[in-house]
């Protein structure tokens, strides 16, 4: 979904100041010409991890770029970043046809899978170690990502968010002009019925899963709460966990402002819902960082 005017000027405000971002072609199977760039640290580590970093709808990858400070926690920690950027729906992702939310079945997807293995080989980087984060449309396309592709994630992160499939069939483009709002609305099914999405995208698949982090605002009017709600009956399934606690206050790692839903021992699922938060609920970099594991 569409970032507003507001937070587009806190995001451009929050960035770091680090260089430009390099754009690669050629890069692999690019069915929907998705463009690539990445940020390579000064000091890349011994088979560094990668983090793929989503932007929101309207937004770019220098956009997203400069809106967190992952630039600077690549820079002190070594990871690379990569930057895909859509130019379609408004500049919003793919995460409604079929072939993104199949396994192999090409799509935004299937592109995003590309710049991951190209930055692998390229940099020799650690396979076991590769992530997806995105805000908006981004977040709904990290569960895209997580759930097509759970032999390349290890973990995932959506900041205002949507669950896997949830714009699955929809004939409106995934953007907020489109005409079926259904999802965004908060779209409800059994946690079994998101659970069977996830399974059906990548038949016969027994390994293991993505961890996930997802967080939202109870402000958010345009991607409503639920869909966080939503998110967690899907992946708390998946993964085979419970809700075992909840943090609120001054004990909360993302805020005061936050509820933090914590899943089994928390390294697996959790979700954080900031109080008088909109769209997009902020990155916070270093409980990101923390709980990749980065």
């Not at 396994?103 to 020799?124: E, F, R």
């Not at 997806?132 to 994630?153: I, K, L, R």
């Not at 399974?199 to 345009?222: I, S």
Request: aromatic share 10%; charged share 10%.
């Amino acid at each position: 979904m569409k970032v507003n005017t507001v937070a587009c000027g806190l995001l451009a405000s929050a960035g770091s100041a680090l260089g430009a971002l390099q754009q690669v072609s050629g890069f692999g199977s690019n069915p929907t010409n998705l463009q690539m760039y990445i940020s390579v640290p000064a000091k890349v580590a011994a088979n560094p991890a990668i983090v793929v970093a989503l932007h929101p709808c309207g937004g770019t990858a220098q956009q997203w770029y400069s809106g967190t400070k992952l630039p600077a926690q690549s820079e002190n920690l070594g990871f690379i970043l990569i930057y895909p950027q859509t130019t379609k729906y408004s500049n919003c992702w793919d995460v409604n046809n079929a072939a993104s939310l199949t396994h192999n079945g090409g799509g935004d997807a299937a592109g995003i899978i590309s710049m991951v293995n190209y930055t692998l080989q390229k940099y020799k980087g650690d396979k076991s170690r590769v992530y997806v984060m995105g805000g908006s449309s981004g977040a709904m396309m990290a569960n895209v990502m997580v759930g097509s592709y759970p032999d390349v994630f290890e973990a995932g992160a959506a900041y205002s968010g949507t669950a896997f499939a949830c714009f699955a069939g929809s004939k409106s483009d995934p953007t907020p002009f489109g005409s079926n709002q259904t999802c965004a609305q908060g779209l409800q099914h059994t946690p079994q019925e998101w659970a069977n999405y996830v399974y059906n995208a990548y038949p016969g698949y027994t390994g293991k899963r993505p961890r996930f982090l997802v967080a939202h605002g109870l402000a958010d009017t345009l991607v409503r709460p639920q869909c966080a709600y939503e998110q967690l009956k899907q992946w708390s399934t998946v993964l085979g966990v419970t809700n075992t606690q909840n943090q609120t206050g001054s004990q909360v790692d993302e805020g005061s402002q936050y509820t933090k839903m914590i899943y089994g021992d928390g390294t697996q699922l959790v979700g954080y819902f900031g109080q008088g938060v909109g769209h997009i609920a902020p990155v916070v970099e270093s409980v990101l960082v923390k709980f990749f594991k980065l």
